[in-house]
């Protein structure tokens, strides 16, 4: 451990709050909580056997702590600091992307409800997060049929021509482009669609009930059907889900499968008995955490983001046995505590024993293990087709090794200005996105006033960029993996490099890559017309089948770079 994290344990509180540990680049690699932040921390250096301590401990270079009220403080800022820093020894949700949330537009006088992955407008009801799109756009459908809101977008209703569109004459939209619809009857059907989104189906069964008997009673017999209709509709969709008695009341069953590093949380929402909804996410574990340690974070992190925090949580036994201990944040009181919050109401958190509530529990468990298990399938068939790619690679191209880490580099620019150039990185057939590099290319001038000659240029800002590239790499042989000044990308030697373009690149390329090429690095480049092949040497172009996995390896990698490369572009622009 460096000396500032050693006096800084020392002079660590004794009080309930949350730590960081940083390398020696100020990374933050893990976030924690505790009831005494001196005792949790020590924990870490008294036993590094297990779970990840071995990887984690070596790392530690500086120690950071916040001291807070309460229990419940703990978990939230933990949870914002998660967030915030990524840490890679912390558990948390894989996918980088938005989660899809169904938003409805109540700041508008005929509201829409819409597929939507941002949620930062106050003015709009968010209902999420899902974890399928898919799923999430079939339920907009199945809602606009039974509520008919409209689906044209903007903050006004119809369009241009002033008439009703087809969704009108096929009973979608009762069109109150046209004021076919008051405002306060449009918004009924909007309430509806929060009813729903809420779980409260209830109450939606009971007013359209009840609308259908006053169209009858006033002899509006095609409105009455309408309502039967809506009604028929609805209660068949609740049928087909009720997975448990109506007295089983509002609900989250919610299971967790762990395996090594990775872990998958399954969310089975129930409201009024019925399941309204199923969602799967899956974890990076790198700790190994248990089912319980997984339980409580899944729960966290997606909680502060869900737009409802039910009024009982039911979880594996393994997470409601958990007690408090006097080190670390445990058992089921703090986070109850910090959902309630959440909530604005009380949430109680615990497993089930018996009846309709144990049997939905253990039918989430069986999803999470099969989820788990599909994805290891999913992940070894992918693992086999990056190895077929990379064999069939070095069979193409003659090469002595398998090219394990490949780069390809690609130039953007527009008539000579702005020019910028991408290099991204690929490590056993799969992107390793913490390498990919940019550079702003210095020989190819522009009104900026970015130096050198006017006009494109594209072998001389390839030339520039690839002697930067070995330039690098030597500078890097005089720098130790502990400097701050170390890059780990640019130290590393590629087995093969990539470059975007013809002939003409490629004798660029090897201009500036000779040193690397007397290392046994191979230099190719990729011509986007037919897919041509360039090697040194060899007088024509090698064309490979259009089928084969390594040209599609090729084409992905050649394709990323150009999607790097444009998107610096633009924002150079």
């Not at 299971?255 to 309204?276: H, I, K, M, P, Y």
């Not at 550079?439 to 001389?460: I, L, M, R, S, Y």
């Not at 990539?498 to 480049?525: T, Y």
Request: hydrophobic share 40%; charged share 30%.
């Amino acid at each position: 451990m460096s000396p500032i994290a050693a006096d800084k344990r020392r002079e660590l509180p004794d009080e309930p709050g949350v730590y960081l540990f940083r390398d020696q680049r100020g990374k933050v690699i893990y976030v924690g909580k505790a009831k005494s932040i001196r005792k949790r921390v020590a924990s870490h250096f008294s036993n590094p056997s297990t779970r990840a301590g071995k990887d984690l401990v070596p790392m530690i270079d500086q120690i950071e702590a916040l001291v807070v009220h309460t229990e419940a403080e703990a978990l939230l800022a933990e949870q914002n600091f998660i967030k915030q820093y990524k840490p890679r020894f912390n558990i948390r949700l894989r996918d980088d992307k938005s989660y899809p949330y169904i938003a409805i537009s109540l700041d508008e006088d005929f509201p829409r409800a819409y597929f939507t992955r941002e949620r930062h407008r106050r003015d709009r009801a968010y209902f999420g997060p899902y974890s399928n799109a898919k799923r999430v756009r079939s339920t907009l459908e199945v809602l606009g049929k039974v509520f008919m809101f409209r689906s044209c977008e903007g903050p006004e209703p119809g369009r241009r021509s002033g008439s009703p569109c087809l969704d009108y004459y096929i009973k979608r939209c009762e069109a109150p482009c046209v004021g076919y619809v008051s405002r306060e009857e449009y918004r009924r059907g909007i309430d509806g669609v929060i009813a729903f989104l809420s779980g409260r189906y209830k109450e939606i069964e009971s007013d359209l009930e009840r609308a259908m008997r006053q169209a009858a009673a006033e002899q509006r017999f095609e409105d009455a059907a309408r309502e039967r209709n809506r009604l028929r509709a609805v209660r068949s969709l609740l049928e087909r889900q009720r997975v448990a008695h109506e007295g089983t009341g509002t609900l989250d069953a919610i299971a967790v499968a762990v395996s090594d590093r990775e872990a998958n949380a399954q969310v089975f929402q129930v409201r009024d008995g019925v399941l309204s909804d199923r969602q799967s996410f899956y974890l990076d574990n790198e700790a190994q955490g248990g089912v319980a340690e997984v339980a409580e974070a899944f729960i966290l992190q997606y909680y502060t983001s869900a737009m409802m925090v039910p009024p009982l949580l039911i979880v594996q036994r393994e997470v409601g046995a958990v007690a408090p201990s006097a080190e670390t944040l445990g058992g089921t009181s703090a986070l109850a505590e910090a959902l309630s919050a959440r909530r604005g109401g009380p949430v109680e958190i615990r497993a089930a024993e018996r009846g309709d509530k144990r049997r939905i529990l253990e039918l989430a468990e069986r999803n999470a293990r099969l989820a788990l298990d599909q994805e290891k399938l999913r992940s070894e068939r992918r693992r086999q087709q990056r190895v077929e790619a990379l064999d069939g690679l070095q069979r193409a191209l003659g090469l002595d090794t398998i090219p394990l880490r490949i780069e390809c580099f690609d130039i953007s620019t527009l008539m000579g200005t702005n020019t910028v150039a991408s290099m991204v990185v690929f490590e056993g057939g799969a992107p390793k996105k913490s390498d990919y590099r940019r550079f702003k290319v210095f020989t190819v001038g522009d009104a900026a006033g970015n130096g050198g000659h006017d006009g494109p240029d594209d072998f001389a800002a390839m030339e520039e960029v690839l002697g930067r590239r070995w330039s690098r790499w030597e500078q890097q042989r005089d720098i130790s993996p502990h400097d701050k000044d170390y890059d780990s990308s640019f130290a590393a030697l590629p087995n093969l490099v990539v470059i975007d373009g013809g002939k003409g690149q490629l004798s660029a390329g090897l201009r500036a890559l000779a040193g690397f090429r007397e290392r046994g690095v191979v230099v190719v480049a990729l011509a986007k017309r037919i897919e041509e092949v360039f090697v040194p040497g060899a007088a024509a172009p090698l064309a490979l089948a259009h089928d084969t996995p390594e040209l599609q390896l090729l084409q992905r990698i050649r394709d990323e770079a150009h999607r790097f490369a444009v998107t610096h572009h633009r924002i150079a622009r």
